[in-house]
């Protein structure tokens, strides 16, 4: 694991943990474990058709006591160190949006609403956070 603390895998009933988590952040790992099995959790109750990040999910992290974060700010001074970025350009309306790994199934909103199909090129960036364009 490069860029995220945790990972759930509902259809496996599986947690993995960033092995950083037991070095540096290890003030983390409360939230960071609570999060990911509230995803195990969700899923169990509701299925696999809701968001991962949607109400249910946040109403279990409310019920364990912790704000229902998508994103953790590290301490000062460390980080998980960033992997390959993907650059996403809507084929239409050529607006931007990045992501860690490829998202073949993405579609521009706005785009595939109008009818257009909302397809998007997909490049790898070769900085980041720089987010330069790789040079092929």
Request: aromatic share 6%.
């Given at each position: 694991?490069?860029?995220?603390?945790?990972?759930?895998?509902?259809?496996?009933?599986?947690i993995?943990?960033n092995?950083?988590?037991?070095d540096?952040?290890?003030a983390l790992?409360?939230?960071?474990?609570?999060?990911?099995?509230?995803?195990?959790l969700?899923?169990?109750?509701?299925?696999?058709?809701?968001?991962?990040?949607?109400?249910?999910?946040?109403?279990?992290?409310?019920?364990?006591?912790?704000?229902?974060?998508?994103?953790?700010?590290?301490?000062?001074?460390?980080?998980?160190?960033?992997?390959?970025?993907?650059?996403?350009?809507?084929?239409?309306?050529?607006?931007?949006?990045?992501?860690?790994?490829?998202?073949r199934?993405?579609?521009?909103?706005?785009?595939y609403?109008?009818?257009?199909?909302?397809?998007?090129?997909?490049?790898?960036?070769?900085?980041?956070?720089s987010?330069?364009?790789?040079?092929?």
């Amino acid at each position: 694991m490069r860029t995220t603390l945790g990972l759930a895998m509902p259809t496996k009933n599986i947690i993995r943990l960033n092995a950083r988590l037991g070095d540096d952040l290890h003030a983390l790992l409360e939230e960071v474990v609570t999060h990911e099995y509230a995803h195990l959790l969700a899923h169990k109750r509701h299925g696999r058709r809701i968001r991962p990040h949607g109400r249910e999910w946040q109403a279990l992290m409310r019920t364990a006591g912790v704000p229902p974060r998508v994103r953790i700010k590290l301490p000062e001074g460390l980080s998980v160190p960033a992997g390959p970025r993907w650059l996403h350009v809507c084929r239409s309306c050529r607006s931007e949006t990045v992501a860690g790994r490829p998202m073949r199934r993405w579609r521009c909103r706005r785009c595939y609403l109008f009818g257009f199909g909302g397809k998007l090129d997909i490049r790898r960036l070769t900085g980041h956070p720089s987010l330069e364009r790789e040079t092929t």
